[in-house]
């Protein structure tokens, strides 16, 4: 389908674009692309990875488009103003969005799962992609995050893998209604709630995604998804859940810090399953990955195998390590969703939690201020701390009168522990500075590929402090 067809990826670091670029260049096509990060001087590692695989990189100035058969991949919010998207006009290339060129690619396949859900998207889709491996079916994954059972020396940001079967897995997103440009075979819904859009827009497209599908994985203990599953005439459909009635369902939960146990129950034979990554919210992802594979015909003895050897995704719960006798995690959290199944881990063993915060843009405050305000004040203790820098941000024409000031005050008027400090760096410096023996710290927060290092950042300093 990409075969000899030459693609130009705007923003070609994301964590969409990359792993997608890797998927057609293997297809057969050529891919160059530019990016805002490089030309800023960040993530160098990344680029020179990309271009050690023969990828062509540009500053994003236009430079790299030059011939009208080039085909522009950039993302539909982009203003016609950036220069790489203005060359393309003026040659006249075509242009399509990152979900347009995936959903070409993955309905063409013969057996497609697709993930969605407001939350839990990448862990599940990492999890069928390894189950799906390790049982010798040769899947093409497409994820958001780097999947840590897949990286090796050769592939650092496995974030897509390249298969030769006709199998394909892939999340596939909601917050820009390209969820719709997918016709997938096995449809997997995590969940329905408050994220991007409001939840009638969710409603309306996460019906249509399953509508399509002719199998259905949903979570029966999500409301929302039990609602809109319950109005819909589906041709096959597996629940997965704790409540009595999942096909999948999980029983004798038994949780660890760094993992868990618990009895899956299904077709009235139980099996027992130990989990490598932990939090309730992790059995619910295994229980949906397992159903998935298993609509797919994978052996269930085959899939638990294969999960109980599944180590995670970075940025989702990556214990960076311990230093002084406290830990720093960092985390992929920043909806409600996600940041109450990060906490809630964290708090079902004792210890302090500094919880750092950085919003993903100046757009989801305004959306969901009220909604990140509350379920911080719900899962943090008296004794935790929850300190908040300034929203991500690296240019354009967002409105930023509405910050991260916001949140703390509605915190802290409910009597909690919550810091506003506008620079990350001081930030970090704080933590340092109050982190005492048996805390965790947890660094939370998306769109930004530098919070890794942040986070390493702040253990090294608690490692070297006095």
């Known amino acids: ?232 005439k589906l041709p096959q459909t597996s629940s997965f859940g704790f409540l009595d009635g999942a096909d999948f369902r999980a029983l004798e939960v038994e949780e660890k810090a760094l993992g868990s146990r618990f009895t899956l129950r299904m077709q009235d034979r139980d099996y027992p399953i130990s989990l490598q990554v932990p939090g309730r919210h992790n059995i619910a992802n295994a229980l949906a990955a397992i159903a998935a594979c298993c609509a797919l015909d994978v052996p269930i003895v085959k899939a638990i195998s294969a999960i109980e050897s599944f180590v995670g995704l970075a940025r989702r719960f990556d214990i960076v390590g311990t230093a002084k006798n406290v830990t720093v995690i960092d985390d992929f959290g920043h909806n409600p969703d996600k940041i109450a199944a990060t906490l809630r881990t964290l708090k079902a063993f004792p210890g302090r939690v500094i919880a750092f915060f950085q919003p993903h843009g100046f757009g989801p405050i305004k959306k969901m201020g009220a909604e990140l305000a509350a379920v911080f004040q719900e899962n943090l203790c008296q004794e935790d701390l929850l300190i908040l820098c300034d929203p991500v941000y690296f240019g354009g024409t967002v409105d930023r009168s509405t910050g991260s000031d916001t949140i703390v005050a509605a915190i802290t008027s409910a009597g909690c522990n919550a810091e506003y400090i506008a620079e990350r760096s001081a930030c970090g410096d704080r933590m340092v500075e109050l982190a005492q023996s048996g805390d965790r710290i947890i660094i939370m927060g998306a769109r930004d590929d530098t919070l890794h290092k942040f986070a390493e950042s702040v253990l090294a300093a608690i490692a070297c402090r006095r």
């Not at 060359?87 to 063409?108: I, Q, V």
Request: aromatic share 6%; charged share 25%; glycine share 10%.
């Open 1 to 232: 389908m990409s075969k000899d067809k030459s693609y130009y990826f705007c923003g070609i670091g994301g964590s969409g674009m990359l792993p997608l670029a890797m998927i057609v260049k293997a297809a057969g096509a050529r891919v160059s692309g530019s990016d805002r990060a490089l030309d800023q001087g960040r993530l160098a590692e990344k680029f020179r990875w990309l271009q050690d695989r023969g990828i062509q990189l540009f500053q994003q100035d236009g430079s790299g488009l030059v011939d009208s058969n080039q085909i522009l991949i950039a993302s539909a919010a982009i203003e016609d103003t950036v220069p790489d998207v203005a060359r393309a006009a003026s040659l006249g290339c075509k242009r399509m969005t990152r979900a347009e060129l995936l959903a070409e690619h993955f309905n063409a396949v013969r057996d497609s799962i697709a993930v969605g859900g407001t939350s839990g998207k990448s862990t599940v889709t990492g999890m069928i992609g390894w189950i799906l491996t390790e049982a010798g079916c040769d899947p093409t994954i497409m994820n958001g995050a780097v999947m840590k059972n897949f990286v090796d020396a050769d592939t650092p940001f496995a974030s897509s893998r390249v298969g030769n079967s006709e199998i394909m897995v892939s999340e596939v997103d909601e917050s820009d209604g390209s969820i719709a440009l997918f016709n997938p075979q096995i449809a997997v819904l995590n969940n329905v709630s408050l994220d991007h859009k409001s939840l009638e827009e969710l409603r309306k497209l996460f019906g249509d995604f399953v509508a399509k599908s002719k199998h259905v994985v949903w979570n029966r203990d999500d409301r929302e998804t039990r609602a809109l599953v319950g109005s819909l």
